[in-house]
């Protein structure tokens, strides 16, 4: 039986040294009555991150999750995690490109990929990253995983290197190429050269045009959250440029793994007080 129930969720952003890599730190808690299950959606955007669990296990996917400290690798789709007793959850996002830095893996390798901590030993000075951390207070957790993340690009493989700046650049186009006011209606992700495909999936962990499609269903869901009570679904799709309503739920379906309408729908329950 799935019922909402409200849990704290919070974010920062990161410190300013470290904004070229990390989106966010993020906490999530409550404690949800016995049997209750409640699901959330953790949506592809193009990055990796770490997760950590002190709280009850919980399900990935439909499989159980006992791994209290994993990486989150690149995703093709949206996973879901199931929840249920005591929810103690936090993490830190990387940007698109970043954790290819920080966890010195090609990160196709770990494309739909969530490794356990103890498959991925980190340097030893680096090992507080897996100590318990203080889900409290959101600003000592931040602290805590920052100085980890710190001692990981301290390193001499860490540097920003030439590859990086390709991919930074080509991943820059790409967003703008996305929000351009007026396009052409057969707007894509451009062909790249495969020296530059290859090092994009060596960073980010999916291909160029992946990507693309990923920014174009987070554009998407941004858009849903925000539409008005009489806004329709086939504005949204027009606006991004889809061929069609079937084109825009087909690409949003296979990323998101719902339908606009039900992503709209979820949004409105969650609304509701």
Known sequence: MLIAQPLLYRCCPPSPDLAPYVTLHWSMQGDLPAGVVREEYLHPEGGCGLIFNQGDSMQLNGLVHGARRWINGPSSRSAIIALQGRVRLAGV??????????????????????????????????????????LDDLAQQKQRVEQGLRLLLARPQATTDAASRQVRQELQNLSQRLRQPAFPQERGAPAQPRQVQRLFRDYVG????????????????????????????????????????????????RIVGLTPGQYRRRQDRKRQP
């Open 206 to 253: 999916i291909a160029p045009h992946q990507y693309f499609s990923q920014l174009r269903a987070q554009l998407a869901r941004e858009r849903i959250k925000a539409l008005e009570p009489d806004g329709t679904l086939t504005e949204i799709a027009h606006e991004l440029n889809f061929h069609d309503q079937a084109h825009f739920i087909r690409d949003f379906q």
């Open 93 to 134: 996002r990387f940007l698109p490109g970043a954790g290819r830095l920080l966890l010195q893996a090609p990160l196709h390798e770990l494309l739909n990929h969530s490794l356990d901590s103890g498959d991925f030993p980190l340097p030893a000075a680096a090992e507080a990253l897996w100590q318990e951390l203080p």
